[in-house]
Protein backbone atom coordinates (compact mmCIF):
# COMPACT_ATOMS: atom_id res chain seq x y z
CA UNK A 1 0.00 0.00 0.00
CA UNK A 2 1.42 3.43 -1.15
CA UNK A 3 -0.52 6.91 -0.39
CA UNK A 4 0.00 9.41 -2.97
CA UNK A 5 1.35 12.69 -2.82
CA UNK A 6 -0.44 15.36 -4.11
CA UNK A 7 1.83 16.73 -6.68
CA UNK A 8 2.47 12.88 -7.97
CA UNK A 9 1.12 12.25 -11.48
CA UNK A 10 -1.91 9.61 -11.90
CA UNK A 11 -1.54 6.77 -14.05
CA UNK A 12 -2.87 7.49 -16.92
CA UNK A 13 -4.73 3.74 -17.10
CA UNK A 14 -6.02 4.97 -13.85
CA UNK A 15 -7.60 8.43 -15.36
CA UNK A 16 -9.50 6.39 -18.07
CA UNK A 17 -10.93 4.43 -15.70
CA UNK A 18 -12.32 6.85 -13.55
CA UNK A 19 -13.24 8.94 -16.33
CA UNK A 20 -15.53 6.17 -17.87
CA UNK A 21 -17.00 5.14 -14.56
CA UNK A 22 -18.01 8.88 -13.88
CA UNK A 23 -19.69 9.67 -17.38
CA UNK A 24 -21.77 6.05 -17.53
CA UNK A 25 -23.25 6.79 -13.81
CA UNK A 26 -23.96 10.73 -15.08
CA UNK A 27 -25.59 9.20 -18.32
CA UNK A 28 -27.74 6.64 -15.90
CA UNK A 29 -25.75 3.42 -18.11
CA UNK A 30 -26.55 1.12 -14.92
CA UNK A 31 -25.96 -1.88 -17.60
CA UNK A 32 -22.52 -0.51 -18.40
CA UNK A 33 -22.05 -0.35 -14.70
CA UNK A 34 -22.92 -3.24 -13.86
CA UNK A 35 -20.43 -4.60 -16.80
CA UNK A 36 -17.63 -2.75 -15.84
CA UNK A 37 -15.28 -5.63 -16.00
CA UNK A 38 -16.41 -6.22 -19.92
CA UNK A 39 -16.74 -2.32 -21.04
CA UNK A 40 -14.64 -0.13 -19.02
CA UNK A 41 -10.75 0.60 -20.20
CA UNK A 42 -8.70 -0.68 -17.93
CA UNK A 43 -11.19 -2.42 -15.79
CA UNK A 44 -9.04 -5.50 -14.44
CA UNK A 45 -5.87 -3.36 -13.85
CA UNK A 46 -7.75 -0.63 -12.20
CA UNK A 47 -9.30 -3.43 -10.04
CA UNK A 48 -7.86 -7.14 -10.21
CA UNK A 49 -10.17 -7.86 -7.69
CA UNK A 50 -13.91 -7.08 -7.23
CA UNK A 51 -13.48 -6.50 -3.42
CA UNK A 52 -12.94 -3.15 -3.67
CA UNK A 53 -15.15 -1.54 -6.37
CA UNK A 54 -18.17 -3.88 -4.72
CA UNK A 55 -19.19 -0.98 -2.36
CA UNK A 56 -20.46 1.55 -4.69
CA UNK A 57 -22.66 -0.85 -6.25
CA UNK A 58 -24.54 -1.31 -2.98
CA UNK A 59 -25.10 2.97 -2.67
CA UNK A 60 -25.86 2.84 -6.10
CA UNK A 61 -28.59 -0.26 -6.03
CA UNK A 62 -30.07 1.50 -2.78
CA UNK A 63 -30.28 5.22 -4.11
CA UNK A 64 -33.82 6.32 -5.06
CA UNK A 65 -35.66 6.11 -8.44
CA UNK A 66 -34.01 9.08 -10.67
CA UNK A 67 -31.85 10.38 -7.89
CA UNK A 68 -28.16 11.25 -9.83
CA UNK A 69 -24.70 10.34 -8.89
CA UNK A 70 -22.69 13.37 -6.61
CA UNK A 71 -18.64 13.22 -7.71
CA UNK A 72 -16.69 14.78 -4.92
CA UNK A 73 -13.48 13.91 -5.50
CA UNK A 74 -12.14 13.23 -9.22
CA UNK A 75 -8.01 12.83 -8.48
Do not use: K, Q
Not at 8 to 31: C, K, M, N
Amino acid sequence: FRMSRENESVAPYVTEFRDWLAERLAAGDTEAVVDYRNRAPHALRAHPSEDHFLPPFVAYGAAAAGRRHERVHAA
